[in-house]
């Protein structure tokens, strides 16, 4: 082995798109600005995570639900998605005001992720031909 990662397509890798997921990112057809949310909302994932765990944590400790599946946490449930709902937007709102800015993380990203998106392919056109005919096999299949 040369040292570098394994992938199950080659292609992936002599373009180099394996080398991190802000490369992948920055590779993909789609609007600037939804690049941008991407990398950022993945940034966010780690944070999602722990606030998940510690809602749940309190919730189990303050006796509203239980940690084994139970009718009372079915009941609590929306208790439990408020608490990570809240706190994600509080974790979103402290990055937004006092991490990012600091970092210059959005400029930042708009040098990476590199200048407007590139048009649609034939495979583009492909697999929205592909979605629609789906979603058309779903819908009379009702």
Do not use: C, Y
Not at 13 to 38: M, N
Not at 112 to 125: I, R
């Amino acid at each position: 082995m040369n040292g570098r990662p394994r992938t199950l397509n080659g292609n992936l890798r002599a373009r180099g798109w394996w080398t991190s997921p802000l490369l992948f990112v920055a590779a993909l057809t789609a609007p600037q600005i939804a690049k941008k949310l991407l990398v950022l909302t993945l940034s966010l994932i780690e944070t999602i995570l722990q606030a998940v765990d510690r809602a749940r944590t309190a919730l189990i400790a303050a006796g509203i639900i239980t940690r084994r599946q139970s009718w009372r946490n079915l009941r609590h449930g929306w208790i439990l998605v408020q608490t990570v709902w809240l706190t994600v937007v509080t974790i979103a709102i402290g990055r937004t005001r006092d991490k990012w800015p600091v970092e210059d993380t959005l400029a930042r990203l708009d040098g990476t992720l590199g200048g407007a998106a590139p048009g649609l392919s034939g495979a583009d056109f492909g697999w929205v031909a592909l979605a629609i005919a789906g979603a058309a096999m779903a819908l009379g299949m009702r």
